[in-house]
């Protein structure tokens, strides 16, 4: 069964330390594989997706992320975390095969960039 | 270009009535769906439409009903309010065609069934 976990429900940093928010999934095909981001009180904005191509998707407001087919990993990475990305992440994805475009969804994790 | 356009953004309903959650998009998407979101629950698909006319149950359908009539709009009914319909439902569309690029959602409806 198609299935997404965030393994952690809150994930505190310093800012201007590196971030890492984590995701892992399973599917039987092909995987699209997409960050969404929560700001309170507003709806998801899309951060990057990965379909096919470069293990390592460049997306907004400076996040990346690396998919590793090997581990069926897929986190979500920023160099320098701001106190503005605090916010809810969701990590999703879709079995690429057919044309369903049904998303599975991870239960997020809530970020905190402390100053 | 307003995106997905969602009304209203608060509501009050008390146990047994009914109302419409609107949800319209003006970028020509096929896919439509509805999201409910609850704390720990993340999301959780409710309905979903691949097409004018064509509608489909998502993970948890039961209290809701929908219809498509046209491209544009997508609304969401509940014919009998529950206090178990408390959340914050949100509404998503994607683009036409083969190829799958993610979700445009719109600003959330929050709905307190009292």
């Known amino acids: 069964a198609q299935s997404v976990a965030q393994p952690e429900d809150q994930v505190n940093v310093a800012e201007g330390n590196p971030l890492t928010v984590k995701c892992t999934y399973s599917v039987s095909g092909n995987p699209y594989l997409f960050w969404y981001v929560q700001y309170p009180n507003r709806g998801l904005q899309f951060l990057l997706k990965y379909i096919t191509g470069d293990n390592l998707v460049k997306g907004s407001y400076g996040f990346e992320a690396e998919f590793n087919k090997s581990q069926t990993s897929f986190h979500l990475k920023k160099p320098s975390a701001l106190v503005s990305d605090s916010a809810l992440y969701f990590c999703a994805v879709r079995d690429g095969a057919g044309n369903n475009r049904k998303l599975i969804w991870g239960l997020g994790t809530s970020l905190a960039v402390n100053p | 270009n307003a995106g997905v356009t969602q009304t209203p953004k608060f509501q009050v309903l008390k146990t047994g009535q009914s109302m419409t959650l609107q949800c319209a998009q003006d970028?020509?998407?096929?896919?439509m769906s509805w999201y409910r979101q609850d704390p720990g629950m993340g999301l959780r698909l409710i309905h979903y439409?691949?097409?004018?006319?064509?509608?489909d149950q998502g993970e948890v359908p039961n209290g809701y009903n929908v219809s498509r009539s046209t491209t544009e709009d997508f609304p969401l009914r509940l014919l009998s309010a529950a206090p178990s319909q408390t959340s914050v439902y949100f509404c998503a569309s994607s683009l036409p065609g083969q190829g799958f690029y993610g979700y445009t959602f719109g600003s959330g409806t929050r709905l307190t069934v009292v």
């Open positions: 439409s691949v097409g004018a006319g064509i509608t």
């Open positions: 970028m020509n998407h096929e896919y």
